[in-house]
């Protein structure tokens, strides 16, 4: 089963390339000449305002990229010229998108970003050329105890993974994909209402859970594994939202987005999953389909939690939490299309 995680590692890595360019360009506004040449910011010197965490950023993003990149090579070509191959990409990638901001005034290129982006990229090619192929090989021997064998199964689990960076930004409500109120200028039905708010975030959260898992149950082999990995997976991002919120904000408040309307959505939705779980292939993947579409519906039409409200309001991380409200946003209506092939194809 190596190829089917050669495939999974290439999607990876496009959505790992996906994430770098939105990244470094969001939010893709106001270009305009400033009359600098591209590479100026080539000159050595340290940008006026430092940020450690920008720096660990910067090379943290990377590292999967060019780790991703050496392993979607495959057998076929020698791994230590592959590694530098994916070295170099890297680094000439960081060096476009570094240029490219010259003509973003809301960005700053820095021949420091650069720098990291750069040894991120080269950490990553060097651990897979060095320990790449003995992860393969022990990957390759759980992959088919694990993995349905569905068509396009690798790309399935890519989408999950990217489902999972909703759980970085606490103002988002958890779980919750397809919130285009910011991009199209939606305006929520009725204002904020005590009574209802908690019945609203429910409706959302169910819907959003069975998309999620009965796709994900679709994806995994054997008929009682996914009642482990399917919670599992759930209680990881609200783990990772839990872990986002205390580092952004406090961590006196890293259960604050536990709000009364996700406490019953979760129960709700987990056990419509446990009793959804082992419906037959087509019938889950439309259910799962039909779900994804009545989430994103809500969730464009729900008046906003004040929480949220305060959460965007703040700061920090502008940027990285823009990036992250598109990427939800989209995620819906790269989902919907997978779902509705996949059911046709079982």
């Not at 340290?46 to 990229?65: E, G, K, Q």
């Not at 057998?75 to 070295?87: E, L, T």
């Not at 991009?183 to 999620?212: H, K």
């Not at 992250?324 to 046709?344: E, N, Q, V």
Request: net charge positive.
């Amino acid at each position: 089963m190596q190829h089917g995680l050669i495939r999974l590692s290439r999607y990876l890595a496009l959505a790992q390339l996906a994430f770098i360019l939105v990244a470094t360009l969001y939010p893709f506004a106001d270009w305009r000449d400033a009359g600098v040449s591209p590479l100026a910011f080539l000159e050595w010197k340290l940008p006026r305002y430092l940020a450690i965490s920008d720096v660990v950023f910067n090379f943290v993003a990377y590292v999967p990229l060019g780790f991703l990149l050496v392993v979607a090579a495959g057998p076929r070509w020698p791994r230590g010229v592959v590694a530098i191959g994916a070295a170099l990409a890297t680094a000439g990638l960081s060096l476009t998108l570094e240029a490219l901001q010259t003509w973003l005034p809301s960005r700053v290129p820095s021949i420091l970003d650069l720098a990291s982006n750069s040894l991120g990229g080269l950490t990553g090619a060097v651990l897979a050329w060095r320990g790449g192929q003995d992860v393969l090989l022990r990957l390759g021997k759980a992959y088919p105890r694990l993995v349905a064998t569905v068509p396009h199964a690798e790309f399935g689990l890519m989408l999950l993974a990217v489902w999972m960076l909703q759980a970085l930004s606490p103002e988002l409500l958890i779980f919750a994909t397809g919130d285009l109120r910011k991009s199209l200028g939606l305006v929520s039905v009725g204002d904020f209402s005590v009574q209802w708010m908690p019945v609203l975030e429910a409706l959302v959260i169910v819907c959003n859970m069975l998309s999620v898992g009965l796709l994900l149950r679709t994806l995994l082999e054997g008929r009682w594994l996914p009642y482990l990995l399917v919670p599992l997976f759930f209680v990881l991002a609200m783990g990772v939202r839990t872990m986002a919120v205390a580092v952004t904000q406090s961590p006196r408040e890293s259960l604050l987005w536990l709000s009364t309307g996700v406490q019953i959505g979760v129960v709700a939705g987990s056990l419509l999953l446990m009793l959804l779980l082992n419906l037959s292939g087509w019938l889950r993947l439309t259910l799962a389909a039909l779900s994804l579409l009545a989430g994103t519906v809500l969730v464009n039409f729900v008046p906003p939690n004040p929480y949220a409200l305060a959460l965007s309001a703040a700061p920090s991380l502008t940027n990285l939490r823009g990036m992250i409200w598109l990427i939800s946003g989209l995620w819906p209506f790269a989902t919907l299309p997978y779902l509705l092939l996949l059911a046709r194809r079982l």
